[in-house]
């Protein structure tokens, strides 16, 4: 992305798709690859509030706090630790903490303490965050289906699928998160 240049700053500059980088110099991005980073920035950022408010609107649940419904509902015993549960929703510790404290006071979670680890604590689905969830999937399910899935066609969603775990593969190995769980296949 080139940032713009105020108006008493000199300009920057100009990318071309084939000069290389100077070295230790700016990889600017050029006139294609701009389109491309801001048509998948302003799609993803419109998708996940979309997907949101059709949770918040319907079901009275955060998209994020879904997410983690989600993650208990497929793991073992429907319950995590809860530093695999911040790991495997991508979130920061502290931030599952205050989730896991707002979905207690609904009663869809509650935390008991590990047997295997004085200190660690577990995020356990209820069967109320269970109910809660099953309320909400159709829904939710339906927003992804026709905000995503219905606009592509088949090959669209193979090329998807692939950038996209193209990009998740290059992201946790270079540390950026936590390795993603894969989904539970039935």
Same mark, same amino acid.
Request: contains cysteine; proline residues 7%; charged residues 20%.
């Given at each position: 992305? &080139? +940032?713009?240049?105020? +108006?008493?700053?000199? +300009?920057?500059?100009?990318?071309?798709?084939?000069?290389?980088?100077? =070295?230790?110099?700016?990889?600017?991005l050029d006139a294609d690859e701009q389109v491309v980073w801001r048509a998948y920035l302003s799609?993803?950022?419109? !998708?996940?509030? @979309?997907? *949101?408010?059709?949770?918040?609107?319907? #079901?009275?649940?955060?998209?994020?706090?879904?997410?983690?419904?989600? @993650?208990l509902s497929e793991a073992p015993g429907r319950s995590l630790r809860m530093s695999q549960l911040?790991? #495997?929703?991508?979130?920061?510790?502290?931030?599952?903490?205050?989730?896991?404290? @707002?979905?207690?006071?609904?009663?869809?979670? @509650?935390?008991?303490?590990?047997?295997?680890?004085?200190?660690?604590? !577990?995020? &356990? !689905?209820? *069967? =109320?965050?269970?109910?809660?969830?099953?309320?909400?999937? +159709?829904?939710?399910?339906? =927003?992804?289906?026709?905000?995503?899935? *219905? &606009?592509?066609?088949?090959?669209? &969603?193979?090329?998807?699928?692939?950038?996209?775990?193209?990009?998740? =593969?290059?992201?946790?190995?270079?540390?950026?998160?936590?390795?993603?769980?894969?989904?539970?296949?039935?």
């Open positions: 992305m &080139v +940032p713009s240049a105020g +108006p008493a700053a000199a +300009p920057l500059p100009a990318p071309t798709a084939d000069a290389p980088a100077p =070295a230790g110099g700016t990889r600017w799609a993803t950022q419109l !998708l996940t509030d @979309r997907i *949101d408010r059709q949770l918040q609107h319907e #079901s009275g649940i955060a998209h994020t706090y879904y997410e983690m419904l989600v @993650r911040a790991d #495997s929703s991508l979130s920061s510790r502290s931030r599952v903490s205050h989730a896991v404290a @707002r979905l207690e006071e609904r009663g869809w979670i @509650r935390r008991e303490a590990c047997e295997t680890d004085g200190r660690g604590y !577990l995020a &356990v !689905l209820t *069967d =109320a965050g269970f109910d809660a969830l099953a309320a909400a999937a +159709p829904g939710h399910v339906e =927003a992804v289906r026709s905000n995503l899935f *219905d &606009v592509l066609d088949a090959e669209q &969603v193979k090329q998807l699928g692939e950038i996209a775990q193209a990009m998740l =593969a290059h992201l946790t190995a270079t540390g950026a998160v936590s390795p993603v769980p894969p989904v539970r296949e039935d």
